[in-house]
């Protein structure tokens, strides 16, 4: 409030200094979501008239809800009443200090004005005699230097709102206008510094784009354009791609005539060529990195030089460190490629700085509180039934191996951890008790409610929080790490993968009332595909489903549930289905406990040759598993062992490379480990998801990855 009336004042006191007709302007109260650019249509003026007749209002960003503006309705900027000119001498900028000059021959007022960059008045105001008797050679002048203009100062129409579009990234953005995304972030002090988001409809302040200078225009950069009936300037702005306020700036006899009249004769730049949008879904990017040559560019970016060249005009005045380079979308294929941007192939292990020293906190579940250690026999019984003791005992394990192997490589790692017990008010008596200053990364909790309360406390304190099993909160955090892929991701992983291999096969979907998301899915890639009738959501109807599956095509049978019966049902009648002219193969794109359970066939499966995504493999007999079971005396891994390890693993490399999770987000892609990938996509203020999964399939009785490279 104390805001909105000290606003209100200031309005006041400049509607009492300026001196207008009632019937050239008029007043208006900026509502929420009104710009500079929507109020200027409103009353058909442009936006630098507005700025002009509103000194106060620098630039764009500062027209904000509640604001009042004066509106010139006939179009012309309305100028404060002519002061005394006792008055303006007060108001004159004051120097910041002085600097003396003895005189020289030949010397001339206007000469010392020019090499000191001040005005006549100026040098004459420090130096009274000069009013009275010419410069001489000799004389002792005081030399005023006054404070750099700012950015602010010389805003004038050097720079230009822009609305971010969709597809658009920092990168697409920073090579339209020819800066670099550290300017970028520069002009913009209110973007993210740990994450490169942009979201749709978002204003960015940027530099008006080549061409839109209105000094050193080449002739041929410019058009005459003879003004039809109704137009306007917002509308002939929008056709040649320029602001309403340049086309005023090229053409001053708009404002001296009172604005736009049918029957003027313009210059305005040439139509933009908008054949191909720059944006992420026609090109992606490359930020150029020191000590580059274009030579290798061509050769790491699989690209000819007449093709960069061609893509990037700006590349004949040389290459330079932070320039934006765009290249086709379809050279993306071998590329490591994240959010668009192209990034530099990264060796971790290669990369790993032993001057970093990461702090990491693990808090899981191990309830500590529910186990009775003088009960050997009962504590085994809880370790292997409890889910959350399994998981956190194993999980853990893993994670022991991956501090021993990064200790291997050089790099000391501070380790902390915590038993939440499975219990919020645990956590925050933790978190309490704690102090999490200098905490490079927290290791869990696993429960929603338990994560959220950490995430909260360690956003405040830039720590990054990673969610061993988690792939989405209902809550938005943007500090966290979701090191599983989300459903969606992997359905569509699945379906991507099926619509490649497609031919023409015969689709059948089994979907139960809670798949309803897979069943819309998978019609929208498959739209001819048979619907299956199943009975009280449990079973299906054996007669009309034997008559969708084809004789002589290869049939797909998409099976989405989560019932044991119903899955174990399904394989065995397809199984029976298979035959030489009409192959069956069984399909889901939701893999879950229902199809591992015992009462589903191994070899029914291997038979129908079953196909699923996977934010997990089968563990291989790698470094690590040798590893695990030298330390814990021949016991094998088991899926949360190789989690732990994969999750920790790439946490700790991460750090050892730069110690900052957050900034070696942006520039590593896809990692891989035992049994685990990972490639964290930001989403702004929801997190860091991990968009990296796999898809397998039995053969032979054995579950196989399928290299999608290998199609």
């Not at 003026?45 to 700025?51: A, E, K, Y």
């Not at 191909?276 to 560019?297: A, C, D, H, M, S």
């Not at 946490?651 to 035992?674: C, D, M, P, Q, R």
Request: glycine share 4%.
């Amino acid at each position: 409030m104390k805001k909105h009336i000290l606003r209100l004042s200031i309005v006041v006191f400049l509607l009492t200094s300026i001196q207008v007709s009632a019937q050239k302007y008029t007043t208006h109260a900026v509502k929420e979501g009104e710009t500079l650019q929507s109020i200027s249509q409103k009353y058909r003026v442009t936006p630098f008239t507005i700025l002009q007749s509103n000194k106060e209002i620098k630039t764009a960003s500062d027209v904000k809800a509640n604001t009042i503006l004066i509106i010139p309705l006939d179009g012309s900027v309305i100028e404060p009443e002519e002061k005394p000119e006792e008055e303006k001498v007060q108001e004159q900028e004051k120097p910041l200090s002085f600097s003396r000059h003895r005189v020289r021959k030949r010397e001339t007022l206007f000469g010392l004005t020019q090499r000191y960059e001040i005005t006549e008045e100026q040098l004459k105001r420090y130096n009274r005699q000069l009013y009275s008797e010419p410069l001489k050679k000799g004389m002792v002048l005081q030399i005023p230097k006054f404070p750099e203009p700012t950015p602010e100062d010389e805003r004038a129409l050097d720079f230009e709102t822009y609305t971010v579009q969709p597809k658009e990234t920092r990168w697409s953005i920073a090579h339209k206008y020819g800066i670099t995304v550290d300017s970028l972030v520069a002009l913009n002090p209110d973007l993210s510094k740990n994450s490169d988001y942009l979201a749709v409809g978002q204003e960015l302040n940027l530099p008006r784009p080549k061409g839109d200078s209105l000094e050193n225009q080449q002739v041929d950069l410019f058009t005459s354009f003879t003004v039809p009936p109704k137009q306007t300037l917002y509308s002939l702005g929008k056709e040649y791609g320029i602001p309403s306020d340049s086309i005023v700036k090229l053409n001053p006899e708009i404002m001296k005539l009172g604005g736009l009249k049918e029957g003027m004769v313009l210059r305005l730049p040439k139509k933009k060529d908008t054949s191909g949008e720059v944006n992420t879904e026609n090109f992606i990017f490359y930020e150029v990195k020191p000590k580059q040559n274009i030579f290798r560019l061509t050769q790491n970016l699989k690209i000819t030089r007449d093709e960069l060249f061609q893509l990037n005009p700006d590349l004949e005045n040389g290459l330079k460190a932070g320039m934006v380079l765009k290249l086709p979308r379809a050279n993306a294929n071998g590329l490591e490629v994240k959010n668009a941007l192209i990034l530099d192939k990264i060796n971790l292990i290669d990369s790993i700085n032993v001057q970093n020293r990461p702090k990491l906190v693990f808090m899981l579940p191990f309830r500590l509180d529910r186990v009775n250690f003088n009960d050997r026999k009962k504590t085994i019984s809880q370790i292997e039934t409890r889910r959350d003791i399994n998981l956190s005992v194993g999980f853990y394990s893993g994670a022991m191996v991956a501090l021993d192997s990064i200790k291997k490589m050089g790099v000391s790692v501070d380790v902390k951890t915590f038993d939440t017990e499975l219990s919020q008010a645990k956590v925050k008596e933790i978190l309490f008790r704690e102090n999490l200053l200098g905490v490079n990364a927290i290791i869990g909790p696993v429960s929603s409610s338990a994560l959220n309360e950490v995430a909260v406390q360690a956003a405040s304190k830039n720590i990054p929080v990673i969610s061993p099993i988690g792939s989405n909160s209902q809550l938005s955090h943007g500090n966290v790490y979701f090191s599983v892929p989300t459903d969606d991701v992997l359905r569509q992983k699945m379906l991507s993968y099926m619509e490649k291999t497609y031919t023409d096969q015969n689709v059948v979907i089994i979907a139960d009332s809670t798949h309803q998301v897979a069943y819309d899915s998978i019609i929208s890639k498959f739209p001819t595909a048979q619907i299956a009738k199943i009975i009280d959501n449990k079973s299906l109807h054996l007669d009309e489903f034997l008559i969708m599956l084809s004789e002589t095509k290869e049939n797909w049978v998409f099976v989405e549930t989560d019932q044991p019966n119903m899955v174990s049902s399904v394989s065995s009648i397809l199984n029976s289905a298979i035959s030489e002219e009409a192959p069956v193969r069984m399909f889901t794109t939701n893999f879950n406990n229902a199809f591992e359970s015992d009462a589903v066939s191994s070899t029914h499966l291997s038979n129908l040759r079953f196909t699923y995504p996977s934010f997990y493999r089968e563990a291989a007999t790698d470094a690590f598993t040798k590893a695990y079971r030298k330390r814990y005396k021949g016991l094998k891994p088991d899926r949360y062992a190789v989690r732990g390890f994969d999750v920790t693993f790439d946490v700790l490399l991460k750090l050892a490379h730069k110690n900052n999770l957050f900034e070696t987000s942006k520039i590593i892609g896809l990692t891989e480990y035992t049994g685990n990938s990972f490639n964290y996509l930001n989403n702004w203020s929801s997190g860091y998801y991990n968009t990296a999964c796999y898809l397998m399939e039995y053969d032979s009785l054995r579950i196989k990855e399928i290299k999608l490279n290998d199609l």
